[in-house]
């Protein structure tokens, strides 16, 4: 099954849980002044993916273990490219190809969001808010791709994703998904 979302679905983990964080204190889980301040950081800082609307990305999750089958879910607007792979088959495909590149800032946080201590820093913000834990827990295996590319799905035998760069040469394989 493919999916296409013009937002990614699955962002990194830190950066998903941040997402929950500021919505449920965005809908006043600590009071009005606190929500103001936090529609203000969300407008921002641009957190406007799944995360930021916990019902919709559970009630999907939800949907995607029931029917039991691989799903790939294609989207862009992050300015990179990755892969991250959820138990049951579920891969989010993430390629943005022309972009406007990131600052170095931001590319080294997209980087650090990879990583445990960003997830746990996230999870943790969540946590305080009491939000539920996701239906499944989710990983980046290939990535973060800060280049122009473009990405290509290939399901000859098992499914190959390969993402080219601007000379179109292959910047990135993932084989037998």
């Not at 983990?13 to 969300?42: M, P, T, Y």
Request: proline share 6%; with cysteine.
């Amino acid at each position: 099954m493919i999916i296409g979302s013009s937002i990614p679905f699955l962002l990194p983990e830190g950066v998903h849980f941040v997402q929950n964080w500021n919505e449920a204190l965005c809908d006043g889980k600590w009071g009005r002044l606190v929500a103001r301040a936090s529609e203000i950081f969300r407008q921002a800082f641009d957190l406007e993916h799944w995360g930021a609307f916990r019902r919709s990305f559970d009630d999907l999750s939800r949907l995607l273990i029931k029917i039991d089958k691989p799903v790939f879910i294609l989207s862009g607007d992050v300015h990179y490219s990755y892969l991250a792979q959820a138990p049951g088959r579920i891969y989010q495909v993430v390629c943005s190809p022309i972009r406007n590149p990131l600052s170095m800032a931001l590319r080294l946080a997209n980087i650090f969001t990879q990583f445990g201590v960003a997830t746990l820093i996230g999870g943790t913000l969540a946590r305080l808010a009491r939000i539920p834990r996701p239906p499944f827990r989710w990983k980046v295996t290939k990535g973060p791709m800060f280049q122009n590319a473009l990405a290509s799905l290939d399901f000859s035998d098992k499914v190959t994703v390969t993402w080219y760069g601007e000379t179109l040469d292959p910047l990135e394989t993932v084989h037998d998904l």
